[in-house]
């Protein structure tokens, strides 16, 4: 059983930071993609930033300059960390894996990020 594993979120005031990570567990021969997704109320799930085993960085344009994602193959861990947040930036971040030749999208369940004064 495949398990993503978020932790770090909360309530930060803007222009904080905060650093998301996400440790995938279970019986996984591979992972191609890593990432972090987000869902605010009202909006649909947007992709925050995703890195490929060969280390190609995709950023949303929202973050660009403030949030920075990184890989641990090893350790099978996808980190986010975020700094300069701002309100519109609460939503639920998702952690996403995934290996489209094999069918695999796995997410974790979500965790909270509030930007509030």
């Known amino acids: 059983q495949v398990q993503l594993v978020e932790s770090g979120g909360g309530l930060v005031q803007p222009g904080g930071s905060l650093r998301l990570s996400c440790v995938v567990s279970?019986?996984?021969?591979?992972?191609?993609?890593m990432g972090w997704y987000r869902q605010a109320p009202g909006k649909e799930r947007e992709l925050v930033a995703s890195?490929?085993?060969?280390?190609?960085?995709i950023n949303a344009d929202s973050v660009k300059g403030r949030f920075t994602i990184s890989r641990n193959n090893a350790q099978n861990t996808v980190d986010l960390q975020m700094n300069s947040l701002k309100p519109e930036d609460t939503a639920v971040y998702y952690c996403n894996v995934r290996n489209v030749v094999r069918s695999m999208n796995l997410w974790g369940k979500g965790i909270q990020v509030t930007v509030s004064s």
């Open positions: 279970g019986n996984i021969f591979s992972i191609n993609t």
């Open positions: 890195i490929s085993t060969g280390g190609t960085i």
